[in-house]
């Protein structure tokens, strides 16, 4: 019996790959507009190894771009950079489509919901504030502040204790195959794959550890509905 759902949050919940993409254009052209002396599509290129390199969650991506480009440190520019990025987070974070109806139809028929995401807690939880999505849930285990990422067993297993349920009584939903789907079958949860973002069509060696694919998070639902009346089905035999 299903009775606690966890959701991964980046391109799950929240529609973040389309949001970073534009932050950092915006930022890129804003520097660019306030006097840095490099044109747009080498400073863009820069700026997307530089992030390749040291990860989305660094937290210098500005000083060191100008570093990349023998430039000088010059605070404008950065602060430029900042100010684009920033306000473009800000103006254009959206949920995925009909996460709060599902979230709510949830919570209505009386499931518990979790959110296990990698990333920075400030950031994530940023994010789930600034969304107001926190009434939603009754945990969020982020992998910066539990030392350890997904897919490590560590993470899922720390949120099972939490949660006080076992791993075949929860269902795991995430947009990617390796750190959600493995991560969570590796310890015994039930998966769904979420085929959305710019994983959709990546980590396909995975694939064998999704026990569902859905287009759309309406899906999730009915998934538990089905699962949970089989095993009613199975305990009356």
């Given at each position: 019996?299903?009775?606690?759902?966890?959701?991964?949050?980046?391109?799950?919940?929240?529609d973040?790959?389309?949001?970073?993409?534009?932050?950092?254009r915006?930022?890129?052209e804003n520097?660019?507009r306030?006097?840095l002396?490099?044109?747009?599509?080498?400073a863009?290129?820069?700026?997307?190894e530089?992030?390749?390199e040291y990860?989305?969650?660094?937290?210098?991506?500005?000083?060191?771009l100008?570093r990349r480009?023998?430039?000088?440190?010059?605070?404008?520019?950065i602060?430029?950079?900042?100010?684009?990025y920033?306000?473009t987070k800000?103006a254009?974070l959206r949920?995925v489509r009909?996460?709060r109806?599902?979230l709510?139809?949830?919570q209505?028929?009386?499931?518990r919901?979790g959110?296990?995401?990698?990333?920075?807690?400030?950031?994530?939880?940023?994010?789930?504030?600034?969304?107001e999505?926190?009434?939603y849930?009754d945990?969020v285990?982020?992998?910066?502040y539990?030392?350890?990422?997904?897919p490590?067993p560590?993470i899922?297993?720390?949120?099972l204790r939490?949660?006080?349920v076992e791993?075949d009584e929860?269902?795991m939903v995430?947009d990617?195959?390796y750190?959600?789907?493995?991560g969570a079958?590796?310890v015994?949860?039930?998966?769904?794959w979420?085929?959305?973002?710019?994983?959709?069509?990546?980590?396909l060696?995975?694939l064998?550890y999704?026990d569902f694919?859905?287009?759309?998070l309406e899906?999730v639902v009915?998934?538990v509905?089905?699962l949970?009346?089989?095993?009613?089905?199975?305990?009356?035999?």
């Amino acid at each position: 019996m299903i009775k606690v759902i966890f959701f991964d949050l980046d391109d799950t919940v929240v529609d973040t790959t389309k949001l970073a993409e534009m932050a950092r254009r915006n930022a890129i052209e804003n520097m660019v507009r306030h006097g840095l002396p490099v044109d747009f599509d080498a400073a863009y290129h820069e700026l997307m190894e530089l992030i390749s390199e040291y990860g989305s969650n660094f937290n210098r991506h500005f000083d060191y771009l100008l570093r990349r480009l023998d430039l000088p440190g010059n605070p404008k520019w950065i602060a430029a950079g900042v100010i684009a990025y920033h306000n473009t987070k800000f103006a254009y974070l959206r949920t995925v489509r009909g996460v709060r109806r599902v979230l709510l139809d949830l919570q209505r028929r009386g499931y518990r919901l979790g959110i296990i995401t990698d990333g920075d807690p400030i950031k994530q939880w940023e994010k789930i504030l600034r969304l107001e999505l926190d009434a939603y849930f009754d945990e969020v285990f982020i992998s910066d502040y539990m030392g350890v990422k997904k897919p490590h067993p560590k993470i899922f297993k720390k949120a099972l204790r939490k949660m006080g349920v076992e791993a075949d009584e929860t269902l795991m939903v995430g947009d990617r195959l390796y750190s959600d789907i493995y991560g969570a079958k590796q310890v015994g949860m039930q998966t769904v794959w979420f085929k959305y973002g710019k994983y959709a069509n990546r980590e396909l060696e995975y694939l064998d550890y999704a026990d569902f694919t859905v287009r759309s998070l309406e899906e999730v639902v009915e998934i538990v509905r089905g699962l949970n009346s089989e095993e009613r089905e199975e305990g009356s035999d």
